[in-house]
């Protein structure tokens, strides 16, 4: 079917039918009228933009206006109408119709209006284009920018544009926050963006922004931005740069977020890392020097040991005296290594520890028994006192639990009253194995209780001839606490002072059945000499530590075969054990020489293997998982009694 046109318009040139349609072909409608004859033209691309009926003549306007014009359009066009009317050359409108297939659609009309002499209408044409697409598309390119814009201010992002051609340049309110300013002001030229940042970024961000241009089209950067506020941001920068064919910058457009707290994370994990790293160095330091420290020590106090023991030698009575402080001394300076060692361990987060179920008995009476002889020396009582309902175990590394009760009870010893009570004892509270260590001393002052975990810190003692280094208590917290424990602290100035530790406590029936401890009480009726084997400083401090118990007992310590042997011949131990270590055929060795050497055949010798699953060879032979109240027992049977 045709479209309808008047029969004059059919007439017209074919250059202008060609003009026509080629116009048309580009979706550009044409139309027109006579305000005087009321004649109506429209082509066919007008009538299919409106699909208005083919055999229908164009509608008046009016009648466009009431059928195909959206109602919320009406004024617009109405007005558009009237300014042409009134004499307008040129207007140009753009309105929505519904087609008659419920579609809607987004139209551009631009009219020309001609008049004759008088100023009347006398023709009225114009162009009407489809825009619909293009409106569609930027209605979805805003709703996305807007999405975009939102999402940005709502997380903070800055969003930048900034137009090559014009040098215009957007903010959107987020970036303004960033920089700590109002949004809404001009946004700053490059020059002056500049300004806004540390003195010390601004050439690297010249520099960047011009390769950025120059080269690859990518800017990345991180500045440090001064805010009114009086805070210095860092804010990361990243742009793009679009081009035109010809490779013309046309726009660039950035983001920017605040990663001030991203980089003061990171330079804390720097710092901290610096930190292990030292502290770590530290460790190493102090476990070397305090090896190779101990080493001569140890030279020291065996030769001091050998000094007082070797009956070929008579000393004179001061001579004895002096010997006693050599070693005395030299057990203090080994003393305090062992803490530094334990303080930076503890510090640099080395210590591991091995937490079991604990008897608590055999542990109070063996801890006990290493103070015993300090204590009688000031007339201090001792006393064990275990709650009927007390756990019998509690969960704790033995070795190290051991060393806290030791501290806090030699510090019962130290700081009591001549004459005083200490006591110990386990009770249950709320679950946990309470073991509560009481003195009956000056007591500490609550000034005093702020820093009394301090490590170094010994609240005016230094001033006494009491010995100490202000460590151990410091040492005691971190490892209870390692143990998931707590020490707490109770005191009275003038009364006393009671040390808690609160563990969790164990069941009964979860432990391999305890030893008996009355093996592992101190025993002042066993006495002699007992020569250790061992390269190993650690398990002389072990032994050592355990033959405390028996004070009467004499440790002696050979660090290789040779030496044992000559020492062996000289001391005529009572007891000659050599620690296995990784080397059992040298130990076996040893253990032949002994047995073979005439000054020695006599002599009870045993190898303290160091591999359980290494068959003991000598059913004579010490286990490996020896403990100190299993250690004890064999000494009490294998020592002569004095
Ligand atoms: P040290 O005893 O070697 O000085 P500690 O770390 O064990 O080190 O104790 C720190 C300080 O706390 C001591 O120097 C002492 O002043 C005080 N202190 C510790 N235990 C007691 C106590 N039972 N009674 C009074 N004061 C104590």
Known sequence: ?????????????????????????????????????GERHWDAQ???????????????????????????????????????????????????????DGRIRHLLSRCRAERDAAGSLTRVFGTTLDVSELRAAQ?????????????????????????????DIHWNDAMWRLYGRAPGATAPRLDQWLGLLHADDRAE???????????????ESVVRV???????????????????????????????????EQKLAAAADHARAATE??????????????????????????????????????????????????????????????????????????LRLRPRQVPLAPLLDEVVGLIAAAASERQIETRIVIAPDAPDTAWADRTRLAQVLGNLLSNGVKYNRAGGLLSVSVQAEDGSAVIAVRDQGHGIS??????????????????????GHGIGLAISLKLIEAMDGRLEVRSEPGIGSEFRIRLRAGLSDAVEAAPPHTSATLRNDIGGTVLLVTAVDATYEQLATWLRRRPRVQLVQAQDNDSAAVLAAVVQPDLILIAAGADATRAIALKTRIATQTETARLACAIWLDDPAAAAHDPADWPA?????????????????C
Not at 205 to 219: E, M, T
Not at 446 to 467: C, D
């Open 1 to 37: 079917m045709q479209p309808y046109s008047p029969p004059g318009a059919q007439s017209a040139p074919r250059r202008i039918e060609r003009l026509e349609h080629s116009i048309s072909s580009a979706g550009i409608a044409l139309w027109e009228f006579n305000p005087i004859t």
């Open 46 to 100: 007008m009538y299919r933009l409106t699909d208005w009926p083919l055999d229908q003549p164009p509608p008046s306007v009016g009648t466009f206006r009431e059928q195909l014009v959206l109602p919320e359009d009406h004024d617009r066009h109405r007005r558009a109408q009237e300014t042409v009317e009134l004499g307008a050359d040129v207007s140009e409108i753009e309105y929505r119709i519904r087609t008659p």
């Open 139 to 167: 209605s979805a390119a805003y709703d996305a920018a807007q999405r975009e814009k939102l999402t940005a201010d709502a997380v903070g992002i800055g969003v930048w544009d900034h137009d090559a051609a014009t040098g």
């Open 205 to 219: 961000s010249v520099h960047k922004a011009l390769r950025a241009l120059d080269l690859d089209d990518s800017f």
């Open 226 to 260: 001064w805010r009114p506020d009086g805070q210095w941001r860092q804010i990361a920068h990243r742009s793009r740069i679009e081009r035109d064919a010809g490779g013309r910058a046309l726009r660039q457009i950035g983001v920017a977020w605040d990663v001030t």
């Open 277 to 350: 790293r030292a502290s770590r160095a530290k460790t190493e330091f102090l476990s070397r020097l305090s090896h190779d420290l101990r080493t001569p020590l140890n030279a020291i106090l065996g030769h001091a040991q050998l000094l007082a023991l070797d009956p070929e030698i008579e000393l004179p009575e001061l001579a004895r005296h002096r010997i006693n402080h050599i070693q005395q001394a030299g057990w203090q300076l080994l003393a305090l290594f062992e803490e530094v060692l334990d303080i930076s361990q503890i510090e640099s987060g080395a």
């Open 446 to 467: 609550e000034r005093q209780l702020e820093a009394l975990f301090t490590p170094w810190s010994r609240l005016g003692m230094e001033a006494s001839n009491i010995q």
């Open 625 to 641: 998982d020896l403990d100190a109240a299993e250690f004890l027992s064999r000494i009490d049977r294998l020592l002569p009694r």
